[in-house]
Structure formats: structure tokens, C-alpha cells
T-cell receptor, first 116, second 113 residues
């Protein structure tokens, strides 16, 4: 079965510093990959997704992620953190085992703290 | 934009009550999902449905049931609420192809006292 691992449940950066949130998946077949963001007391919002086109994917709010098949990774980055980036971030991978039911498998989430 | 609407943002219920959480989507999505979210445990799938009147158990279905009588509405039912069901509940919907990802509702924070 497909699985996804987010390294680090909490990440803290200073405002203006690089943001790097790590995500690794387990699959011999390149999956579809997603990053979602959740602001306090809200639902999840799609940041970006990889669907086998370009390996470097740009999303909203200045975030981007690079699909690296050799490393089975899909890390999320942003060059310069802003206070408003403080949120919880979830990586998700398509569950190929579920055929056409469109299920995603979510990581445990990483809380990003941005310090002034 | 697709909208997924959860009927309540905050809900307080008593132990033993039957609780209904409602979710409605307005873009003709085939799939609908119910998750619960707890600190340190991420999102855990309770039930999902890929068609009207169709449902499949997720990872933690015990103590819950669902109903999907119309395509746009997916209800989560707590048959007899217990304190360990205090949580944030998230509804999501999607087209049948996983490539499009999910659209989430704003969540319902349920407290069982």
C-alpha cells in the first residue's frame, strides 16, 4: 500500500528565511502528489500538485515543490518565509491501489512556525 | 470554485446522543470523504463514498455510519456519541480521477461532553 512520510512534525524558521518541508512517498509507480495547507480552524487548501508533467511545480503564495523520482521525494520550499505562512502543511499521495476511487493518502502534517 | 459546505463550525453534544454532521458540495463531484483530525495523528479516513448510496469503510469506521442519498450530500452519523469522538471533522469531495485532488470543507469542531 502507498504511504507518505513527512519528516519533522514542527519546523521553525525566521521571517525571511528559506522554508523547507520534507515529504517522501513509497511507490514503485510514480504517483500524483499534492501539498495542502491548513490555517488555524480552517479546512485544507490545495497549494500545488504534481501530475507527471514538469518536475518542478509552482503553487500559490510563492511555494514550489520538486518531484525527485530517484529520491521518492516531493519537498516543499519557499525562498523567503512570511508571518502569514504559519500553518500546518500536509503532503498527500495518490493511492494507486484504490483503482478509480480517487483516494489520497495523507502524511501526518508539519506545523510551520515563523518567528519575527 | 467548488464549494464544500459543512453545516456547523462548532458543535457541543452530550454523551450518548445521536449526532449528524452534514456536508454538501455544489460541483457534481462523484467522491466524498469524511476525515477526523486529531493533534499528532494527522487526517484519518472514516468513510468515503464514490457514488450515491455507495460507501466504503476507511481506516477508523467504528462508532460511525454514513449516508449518501443524493450526490451532493454526504452525512456522517455518530450513533451514540462518546467523549473519545471529540475531534475536528473534515469533509472533502473530488472528481473520480485522483489527479484533481480534493476540495475540503471548513471543518466541524465537535465536542462531546
Amino acid at each position: 500500500a502507498q504511504s507518505v512520510t513527512q519528516l519533522g512534525s514542527h519546523v521553525s524558521v525566521s521571517e525571511g528565511a528559506l522554508v523547507l518541508l520534507r515529504c517522501n512517498y513509497s511507490s514503485s509507480v510514480p504517483p500524483y502528489l499534492f501539498w495542502y495547507v491548513q490555517y488555524p480552524n480552517q479546512g485544507l487548501q490545495l497549494l500545488l500538485k504534481y501530475t507527471s508533467a514538469a518536475t518542478l511545480v509552482k503553487g500559490i503564495n510563492g511555494f514550489e515543490a520538486e518531484f525527485k523520482k530517484s529520491e521518492t521525494s516531493f519537498h516543499l520550499t519557499k525562498p523567503s518565509a512570511h508571518m502569514s505562512d504559519a500553518a500546518e502543511y500536509f503532503c498527500a499521495v495518490s493511492d494507486h491501489g484504490s483503482s478509480n476511487t480517487g483516494k489520497l493518502i495523507f502524511g501526518q502534517g508539519t506545523t510551520l512556525q515563523v518567528k519575527p | 470554485d467548488v464549494k464544500v459546505t459543512q453545516s456547523s463550525r462548532y458543535l457541543v453534544k452530550r454523551t450518548g446522543e445521536k449526532v449528524f454532521l452534514e456536508c454538501v458540495q455544489d460541483m457534481d463531484h462523484e467522491n466524498m470523504f469524511w476525515y477526523r483530525q486529531d493533534p499528532g495523528l494527522g487526517l484519518r479516513l472514516i468513510y468515503f463514498s464514490y457514488d450515491v448510496k455507495m460507501k466504503e469503510k476507511g481506516d477508523i469506521p467504528e462508532g460511525y455510519s454514513v449516508s449518501r442519498e443524493k450526490k451532493e450530500r454526504f452525512s456522517l452519523i455518530l450513533e451514540s456519541a462518546s467523549t473519545n469522538q471529540t475531534s475536528m471533522y473534515l469533509c472533502a469531495s473530488s472528481l473520480s480521477q485522483v489527479i484533481y485532488g480534493y476540495t475540503f470543507g471548513s471543518g466541524t469542531r465537535l465536542t462531546v461532553v
